[in-house]
């Protein structure tokens, strides 16, 4: 565009300050990151010296009570911290690797990164300008303990802030100043607050601890930092990180409460980790229960997951906190922060009610900051039929409803929604038609078939269309065989974690024939505080119903444990249910759940329905390179194994429970022999593999209640 003052002289020994106006400006913002391209030429005595090229961006930030608004909208900040990591350089990143990492974020929804604990690289900030996305820049002051009223480190302190403004203050990207990460208050944090205000009034500042600060003294911040909220806290009053204890010393002014560290991935819950990926997956609820908290909730800014990207620590070590890895493989976090973080809100839980014939209105809402809904796209598609359309007319912050176009709905189909921003897909939704159909598994022995009893003197026998199934007399045991081949080597078993118990010994074992079925039953102890009775019917087509019940549990459950940081326990026994020993042959582990999510990507560990293998042939992982599959399929984890680890636990997918089953099936290949549990969707299945030995028995485990109370942080821990 023209300048009204294409030339500005300027005098040499001192700054020369010129203020060019731009009329009718593109303004920038995160979700319409306009940029323009200023070139300055300098000429010295009417010949070409310099030239400098530099994008801008216009844009006004505004605090107003406990709003941020920028251009006069609010905002919300839906963020991710991180720190510049790369598995084999450290601390560091390339150009390239910036850019594919800002774009990496802004396909997950986010709208803000918080570069920790150290301003970000010039190529990092202008990645962040370019694909629209808002920055705190911080300082390099981090845990700071007894520098803070030193006079002697304040021009450490002034300096570095200084810097980092004169450095990134052109940067439309930059929302605003941080002092310092989780440090003491003194008087260098005071003067650098005084400092920053006086050289950039047009961006607001937080300090973290903002809680540190005395009665006596103004506060160095017009935003409060809050660390680590409990997901159930009101995040919207200024509060103290669940790790650093105490309490606010002072009333807190009316402000933004931005909680710029929360919802940590796991990390420090190494037992939990080495025992079931799904924790991974289960983070989800988390970050759902969060961000739809602190989106409905005014006063919110909003919040800065810790972390996004993986950490390199020492050897083999890693602080595994991201949603990508340090390859940046995308770990299960990342699809669930995506959901969580979308701007396009449907229900899809419920079924749509459809009239054939008749265009289909759904409800949608829109949790964008700057952009109505009509900016994007959908695309549909429902058993052949599809298209495109325009989104409906939906201001930032509002409600509207989207018209699929008539047809022959039939109940039981699923409308398949693909929301597009550009060619940038923000989210996608399989939304039933009616009411949602349940799965039927037909059984590979014939129907109505009936089973034969007989009893010898240390074992029952039970024998039906293709398979044949023991109980032991002395141990209650059960083993079965499918068409002559083992299927099950022993059990069920009383599953429990979160406490010892002592080893199981029989107290009785009787069975019956009862028409076409047989009746087991099966009493148990483990020593004095647990009895158990397992109740099975096993028909001749290979069903087995198996119940089981408490007649005594003294057993104590883990108590809540609040202490600081990584050390929090929810309480609770973390599994309950029950467990059988299966043949070593099973490879696979096919299912239907119901999700958090009615949709996910085909190699999530948490997808609806899927089938996973133990192992993949010729799959091979190293210490240090780069692996060429996805993190699903991992069968190695030299970060909580060691670098040494052999494996033989199967592959992270294989091995992840799968919560609110309708069925899980472990089996010997695509079409061999199977164990099929069938569910209500209220129980979860896991498979171990025993001793972690490549031969070694597959457990089945399924789980009437289950939680993963280490997580955390804040975090949602399923407490039953």
Not at 406 to 420: M, N, P, T, Y
Not at 421 to 426: C, N, Q
Request: include cysteine.
């Amino acid at each position: 565009m023209p300048l009204h003052q294409p030339k500005i002289e300027v005098t040499t020994g001192k700054p020369t300050v010129s203020e060019i106006p731009v009329a009718a400006a593109i303004k920038w913002d995160s979700e319409h990151p306009n940029l323009y391209t200023l070139e300055a030429r300098l000429f010295v005595n009417a010949v070409h010296e310099q030239t400098i090229v530099k994008k801008f961006g216009v844009r006004k930030i505004e605090l107003s009570g406990t709003k941020v608004t920028v251009n006069g909208m609010e905002i919300k900040l839906l963020g991710g911290g991180r720190f510049d990591s790369n598995p084999l350089l450290g601390h560091t990143l390339s150009a390239e690797q910036c850019d594919e990492e800002v774009r990496t974020f802004k396909d997950a929804n986010l709208n803000y990164l918080r570069p920790a604990c150290y301003p970000a690289s010039e190529t990092y900030l202008e990645a962040c300008d370019r694909y629209g996305m808002y920055v705190e820049g911080e300082t390099a002051v981090t845990f700071t303990r007894g520098t803070e009223s030193d006079p002697k480190f304040t021009p450490l302190f002034m300096d570095q802030m200084a810097a980092m403004i004169e450095a990134n203050r052109d940067h439309p990207c930059i929302l605003h100043w941080s002092l310092g990460n989780e440090s003491n208050y003194g008087i260098n944090i005071a003067k650098t607050f005084e400092y920053t205000q006086q050289v950039d009034p047009s961006r607001p500042v937080l300090f973290s601890w903002s809680h540190e600060v005395p009665p006596e003294s103004p506060l160095p911040y017009n935003i409060f930092s809050y660390h680590y909220p409990n997901f159930s806290d009101d995040l919207a009053k200024p509060g103290v990180a669940v790790f650093n204890g105490g309490k606010l010393n002072r009333p807190i002014p009316s402000m933004p409460v931005l909680h710029d560290e929360f919802a940590q991935g796991p990390c420090f819950d190494v037992d939990e980790l080495k025992r079931d990926p799904n924790i991974h997956n289960f983070w989800g609820e988390s970050i759902k229960i969060f961000w739809e908290r602190m989106y409905q909730t005014p006063g919110c800014l909003g919040g800065s997951i810790w972390a996004v990207v993986d950490e390199p620590a020492l050897g083999s070590r890693i602080y595994d906190w991201g949603m990508v890895d340090l390859w940046r493989r995308k770990k299960p976090e990342y699809w669930l922060m995506k959901k969580a973080y979308s701007p396009v809100r449907i229900d899809d839980k419920v079924g749509i009610a459809a009239v054939s014939g008749k265009a289909l209105a759904l409800a949608v809402a829109n949790w964008h900051n700057h952009t109505n809904l009509n900016e994007l796209r959908v695309r549909w598609s429902v058993n052949g039929d599809k298209g495109e359309l325009v989104c409906p007319n939906t201001p930032p912050g509002r409600n509207g409803e989207l018209v699929i176009p008539g047809r022959l709905w039939k109940a039981g189909e699923e409308l398949s929604l693909v929301f597009l921003h550009g060619e940038r897909i923000v989210d996608e939704y399989l939304v039933p038609v009616g009411a949602r159909s349940a799965s039927k598994v037909v059984n590979e022995s014939e129907s109505g078939s009936h089973c034969q009893l007989t009893e010898g003197p240390d074992k029952y026998t039970i024998a039906g269309h293709n398979f044949r199934l023991t109980v032991d007399k002395l141990t209650g045991m059960i083993q079965a065989d499918f068409k002559g081949k083992k299927l099950i080597e022993s059990g069920p078993s009383f599953h429990l974690i979160g406490t010892e118990i002592e080893p199981w010994a029989l107290d009785s074992v009787t069975a019956k024939q009862d028409n076409q079925s047989v009746i087991a039953e099966i009493a148990g102890h483990h020593g004095t505080e647990v009895h158990v009775k397992f109740y099975l019917e096993v028909r001749g087509d290979g069903d087995v119903s198996l119940h089981y019940e408490l007649p005594a549990f003294k057993l104590k459950a883990p108590e809540l444990k609040l202490v600081p940081w990584n050390r929090t326990s929810t309480g609770g026994f973390s599994e309950v249910g029950v467990s059988l020993s299966l043949t070593p042959q099973i490879d696979r582990l096919e299912w239907k759940r119901a999700g958090l999510h009615s949709v996910y990507p085909e190699d999530h560990i948490g997808r609806n329905k899927g089938v996973a293998l133990r192992t993949k042939p010729g799959m091979k992982t190293e210490l240090n390179k780069k692996p060429d599959h996805p993190w699903s399929d991992d069968q190695l984890d030299f970060n909580l194994f060691g670098p040494d680890d052999k494996g033989g636990r199967g592959s992270n997918d294989f091995r992840s429970m799968k919560e609110y089953i309708e069925y899980a099936s472990a089996q010997v290949g695509a079409d061999g022999p199977r164990v099929l549990v069938q569910s209500d969707n209220s129980q979860a299945v896991h498979l171990e593999v025993e001793g972690a030995a490549p031969d070694g028995n597959v457990k089945l485990i399924v789980n009437d209640l289950w939680n993963y109370a280490n997580l955390g942080l804040g975090n949602y821990m399923k407490v039953e």
